[in-house]
């Protein structure tokens, strides 16, 4: 592993790091959540009010920023003028723009909710009404954090980008200690500042990195329209994925109270996998593969070496979740308004979610590897394909399994999208497939051995909750199995000679030696 390599692996490891705090204060605010308000109708009409400005901010984010790094790296040999120019002017565009969708978000929000949870009616109709129409302003604030987050990691700035989940969590956490008394809207308004602060605290640091804020508008921008080219497949593939998010929660809407908040409560913990792990990775590669998408060889390789990094992390990840999905929920959220019967759910839903770990992984880093190319036609064709069906799925599964079977159907649908990118790539570019599947028998005998190993440990009683002993006791019992788990997985890679975790632990000894011969 050369240079580049090094760098991706420093980076990625700080970008975890940091993910990892932003993941369990996300954790630590659902949990809050939990205790305060439960499972029931306001937290389903906050999460649907959250959840219909964030979709269409995620629309525009997606099309745009993902577009913005390889357009951005075009000006890398232009002016630091004609670089600025380019950033100003989308980043006011998009402030214009995202300014009317609010506008119209406010006049139309009894319509939106209407179609974003038909199955809503009376108090939690209302209810969800009033708080989109506090809530939608937000969207402008969202899509200039995101343009910033593009921006500072076009200039290799990783740490700030990755903390805007930390602000936005706090802030959420300490308007529910402080602000609980006023109910639901107070969440909601600290929901909204909590997204102002995603933008506000980078953009300090985007002025260190050269950003200095100008008045322009210019539709004819060369950059502008190499963006909004490259954004169409983009814009469409991403709003067949919010689509599906939408008829998951419309279909959700239809069960039992509460069921929305359960879909979502299960989807957060199972998102620490593909936010911490392989979104850092996506992040860290993505510059890195549209520097070296004029070299097809070493594309080649940094896409193979991706892959492989996603599997020997996604097998565990999923192994682990599915064995320890009971304890895992019950230690989170099993307390105050959340009870048993809300456990036993959503530790039902986050197994099913499991199933598409590595799905999402392969996702991550093969969409980042064709927009590296300038392709953004064939994540496109390839999303809209998994998102069919995923919602032909959820039809179909709702029907026999409730929220389950919307989770069940994701993941299937996960898996397909993230298999078909692996064969789609290898059209393009050349990746070791020999590699690859030596990589998925390794890590699939390792995480077998571990999941065994964990459901044995975790099949020893402890005390049911109720006390802070017993959730003490639970506690140190779940971190006991996961850590003799990762022990035990990496112990039977590295007999199995796996060259990834070889190079890690040499890397490793390394250091501790060059620490040892200056002491």
């Given amino acids: 592993m050369g240079t580049t390599a090094n760098r991706i692996t420093k980076a990625a490891t700080s970008l975890v790091f940091i993910s990892m705090i932003s993941k369990f204060l996300g954790l630590l605010r659902e949990s809050v959540m939990a205790a305060y308000f439960g499972a029931n109708y306001l937290t389903d009409a906050y999460r649907i009010a959250f959840e219909i400005p964030s979709i269409l901010t995620g629309i525009i984010y997606a099309a ?3 577009t913005f790094i390889p357009v951005y790296s075009e000006f890398k040999n232009k002016t630091s003028g004609q670089r600025l120019y380019f950033v100003n002017n989308l980043f006011n565009i998009v402030t214009l723009l995202t300014a009317a969708i609010a506008a119209f978000g406010m006049i139309f ?10 199955g809503f009616s009376g108090e939690t109709f209302d209810l969800s009404v009033k708080l989109t129409v506090l809530l939608f302003p937000s969207i402008v604030f969202l899509a200039l954090a995101y343009l910033a987050n593009g921006f500072l990691q076009a200039n290799r700035s990783f740490a700030v980008p990755a903390s805007m989940g930390i602000s936005l969590n706090l802030i959420i956490i300490l308007s529910i200690f402080f602000f609980y008394r006023y109910g639901i809207k107070a969440l909601a308004i600290g929901s909204f500042f909590a997204m102002i602060s995603q933008f506000a605290i980078q953009l300090p640091f985007m002025v260190k990195a050269g950003f200095r804020f100008r008045p322009v508008i210019d539709f004819k921008e060369p950059g502008l329209r190499r963006v909004l080219v490259l954004s169409i497949p983009v814009f469409i593939s991403t709003a067949f ?3 599906y998010i939408i008829i998951d929660k419309m279909l959700a809407s239809g069960l039992s109270a509460g069921s929305i908040s359960v879909l979502d409560y299960a989807n957060k913990v199972n998102g620490i996998a593909h936010g911490v792990f392989f979104a850092s990775l996506g992040i860290v590669f993505f510059p890195e593969l549209s520097l070296a998408s004029d070299n097809l060889n070493k594309f080649g390789k940094m896409v193979t070496i991706g892959l492989k990094i996603v599997i020997l992390t996604a097998f565990p990840v999923m192994v682990g979740l599915w064995v ?3 304890p895992i ?3 989170l959220f099993e307390r105050g308004e959340f009870d048993s019967s809300n456990t036993f759910i959503t530790s039902a839903v986050l197994g099913f979610f499991a199933i598409g770990i590595i799905g999402s992984g392969l996702t991550a880093i093969l969409n980042k590897a064709f927009y590296s190319l300038k392709d953004t036609k064939t994540p496109m064709i390839n999303g809209i394909l998994a998102i069919c069906t995923n919602i032909i799925l959820s039809l179909i599964f709702v029907r026999l399994w409730g929220v389950c079977g919307l989770a069940l159907a994701s993941s299937l649908a996960l898996l397909l999208c993230g298999f078909s990118l692996v064969v789609r790539i290898r059209k393009k570019v050349l990746i070791s497939y020999s590699e690859i599947g030596r990589s998925v028998v390794k890590s699939a005998v390792a995480a077998a051995v571990m999941g065994v ?3 044995l440990i975790n ?8 006390n802070e002993a017993a959730i003490a006791s639970l506690f140190f019992k779940l971190v006991a199995t996961i850590g003799i788990g990762v022990f035990v997985y990496m112990g039977v890679l590295y007999g199995l000679k796996t060259e990834e975790l070889i190079y890690i632990v040499e890397l490793i000894r390394n250091k501790f030696s060059s620490r040892n011969k200056l002491t």
């Fill in 329 to 331: 929920i019950r230690l």
């Fill in 241 to 243: 994925n919010e689509a």
């Fill in 64 to 66: 745009i920023t993902i």
């Fill in 459 to 466: 099949s020893i009683q402890v005390c049911p909750l109720g």
């Fill in 453 to 455: 190993l964990m459901y």
């Fill in 324 to 326: 320890l999905r009971l």
């Fill in 109 to 118: 929000a009894p319509a939106l909710v209407k179609v974003a949870a038909p």
